[in-house]
């Protein structure tokens, strides 16, 4: 069994978490909402035994890593910088980047600025299909209207920290549990049709499992998950949120610039985001050495905690390909 050793790291004016073994090319897993280093709890052993360096920060909010208070701390440009600077802290000069969640903007906007240090991209879970042509969040209002959208209702500030803190462990089984393939669903989950009025609060429309856990999470897992947030709070990944539109301004320099290192989708077919043929197309034409799609069928949006070793052997697969 290949140990996973802990440090911080000094990078962009922050303090970061990080979780790393094995030696060789480097490889940073990037963690999405509400997650940390330990999503790829999994991975990290697996690709070490591979021949890789594998490095896994807490993100900027999360966990012990520094959780600065203004919501422009947050912007693409920093979390961004974040893994651009850990690089260099770590003595290299190029890397593989590897996202799921919220980490996956991350890592194609990383492939797609900085394609002289990322020399190849994985995404979990979020594919690429290039810039949007108006800012996302109002285009979310104006389709949504008066019903309810997870990532409209995150926009004011100390509205969804109240309810997500408000009891951290029923938190954290109903948003792993929800979002899993535990619950079937076909073509993601955002749309307008059954979805409550804009007033509602998140959490209360969602099972709350209890101890009857999927065979993938385990109460110790979920442990893990509740320590962490209790000591950071849910501000800061909910501040990456907050900057959806900002961040949409901020990389228009780099609209229509299409991403040609060799990358890798995953996900799985109960995932809340939707994913589709059409989507297909549309990240093959934006990601031009998009190597491999791999759907997992019964699989949530916790693809690399729901199906690790399915996972493992795509991203080994992928990067021995390299």
Excluded at 47 to 63: C, E, K, S, T
Excluded at 160 to 177: F, G, N, S
Excluded at 178 to 206: D, H, K, N, T
């Amino acid at each position: 069994m290949t140990d996973i050793s802990h440090r911080t790291v000094q990078t962009n004016h922050v303090n970061l978490h990080i979780a790393e073994a094995g030696d060789g090319p480097l490889v940073v897993l990037c963690h999405g909402f509400p997650e940390s280093w330990y999503s790829w709890r999994h991975q990290i052993p697996a690709l070490a035994n591979a021949g890789f360096h594998v490095v896994a920060p807490d993100q900027r909010g999360y966990g012990t890593s520094d959780a600065p208070e203004e919501i422009s701390a947050y912007s693409i440009m920093q979390l961004t910088g974040d893994i651009v600077g850990l690089v260099h802290a770590l003595g290299e000069k190029q890397a593989v980047v590897v996202g799921h969640d919220w980490g996956s903007p991350v890592a194609w906007a990383l492939a797609q600025m900085r394609p002289d240090m990322f020399r190849a991209v994985a995404s979990l879970s979020v594919p690429f299909t290039g810039r949007a042509a108006w800012p996302p969040i109002q285009g979310m209002r104006q389709y949504f209207g008066d019903r309810f959208f997870y990532q409209i209702y995150f926009q004011t500030p100390g509205v969804a920290e109240h309810e997500l803190q408000h009891d951290i462990p029923v938190t954290m089984r109903k948003m792993l549990y929800g979002g899993s393939g535990a619950i079937e669903r076909s073509g993601g989950s955002f749309g307008v049709e059954g979805a409550p009025p804009a007033s509602s609060y998140m959490l209360a429309r969602m099972p709350d499992p209890g101890d009857d856990l999927p065979a993938w999470l385990t109460a110790a897992d979920v442990d893990v998950y509740v320590e962490a947030f209790t000591q950071s709070g849910f501000r800061g990944g909910l501040n990456w949120y907050r900057n959806i539109d900002h961040n949409w301004a901020l990389t228009a320099a780099f609209d229509g610039k299409k991403i040609e290192q060799p990358a890798l989708f995953v996900a799985g077919d109960r995932d809340v985001v939707p994913f589709s043929d059409q989507a297909e197309q549309a990240m093959r034409e934006v990601v031009t050495d998009l190597k491999d799609v791999v759907v997992l069928p019964g699989i949530g949006h916790w693809t690399q905690q729901e199906a690790p070793e399915a996972v493992n052997d795509a991203l080994i697969g992928f990067l021995k390909a390299l």
